[in-house]
Structure formats: C-alpha cells, structure tokens
C-alpha cells in the first residue's frame, strides 16, 4: 500500500558549512531562485533531539529555501551542533548522496560549471544497456558535495518497453 495522497518530493534538505558560500553557488552558479530564509534555532530542552534527532544543544543558525526549475525545492542549513559534525560522505558512504540537475546540453553545462571554477569529475559519460541514451558527469560543490548533470534529450533505452517512466524535469506534467 503506498502512502495515502502521495504527491511526490516537496523538498530535500542538507546541511553545508557555510550558507554565504552555498547561497552563491546555488543562484549564481546553479540559478536557483532564492525564496525565505528562517532561524536561528535553539533550544534549552530536549525538542531539538526528539523532533530532529541532533543533540539537543545543536543550533541550527539559519537556514533557506531555493527553488531550482522543475524539481524539489531545497532547504539548506547551517548548524552549529553541539557534539561536532561528521565529514561530507562519499557517495559509498552509508548516507552517502547526490543530488543530479537535468540539463538539455550536457557539454555546455560542463562548461558552465568549468567557467566558474567548479570541479567536474573526469568527462561525460554515456551510460549503457536500460539507460543508454543518457550521458552524465559528477561535480563537487565549493564544499565538496556531490553533484551530478545529466541529460538525455532522445529519452533512455528502457522507455521502449514500458508503460511507466520515470519522472523527467522537461515534462514535468507526464
């Protein structure tokens, strides 16, 4: 049974060190729309802990929403936790994430992101069996998260032979 009115992803949220920085690569580099900012949080009883599952001494200083094109909209934070932070985890790392932007070029989106100093992991490549047709690339966020461009303009092998795709930003009604 699937979750009742299930709409689909209203937002992903992640933590960066430092929301100045963020806030440029996601308007400036990305061209993410910025739209509120909320905080600073604290708390001197256990509800940090209990409804965000962080010490409860953390303060979460500030943290703001950006909508970038056909997606989720993200929450990015800033936290000052109470008992340390981990590193940014690897995409092997349990937790370990990206976040990939659809792109209608992807060699002018590598090119974008080189411009502005951001760096690109290896070149495209052009994936294969049910996702062939699409090509991809990772990048690294000034703070070293991880980030993926992809694009595939003439759809992936696997739509041939079925009647449910996946969702896809450029036809964000189907």
Not at 8 to 15: A, L, V, W, Y
Not at 88 to 96: A, E, F, K, Y
Not at 125 to 138: D, F, L, P
């Amino acid at each position: 049974m699937a979750l009742p009115g299930l709409r689909g992803t209203e937002h992903i949220g992640f933590t960066v060190p430092d929301l100045e920085e963020a806030h440029r690569f996601f308007v400036d580099v990305i061209g993410c729309e910025y739209v509120y900012r909320l905080g600073p949080f604290e708390r001197d009883d256990d509800w940090m802990q209990e409804h965000l599952n962080v010490h409860p001494r953390s303060v979460m200083r500030e943290l703001r929403f950006y909508r970038c094109g056909h997606g989720p909209n993200f929450e990015v934070f800033q936290w000052e936790p109470a008992d340390g932070q981990a590193p940014q985890p690897r995409n092997s790392d349990i937790g370990g994430h990206h976040l990939a932007f659809y792109v209608d070029d992807l060699d002018a989106g590598v090119a974008h992101l080189r411009k502005h100093g951001i760096r690109v992991l290896g070149e495209p490549t052009a994936s294969r069996n049910a996702s062939e047709g699409q090509r991809w690339v990772y990048f690294l966020s000034p703070w070293g998260m991880q980030f993926e461009l992809v694009s595939f303009p003439d759809g992936k092998a696997y739509e041939r032979d079925t009647d449910v795709v996946l969702w896809h930003p450029a036809r964000p009604a189907e």
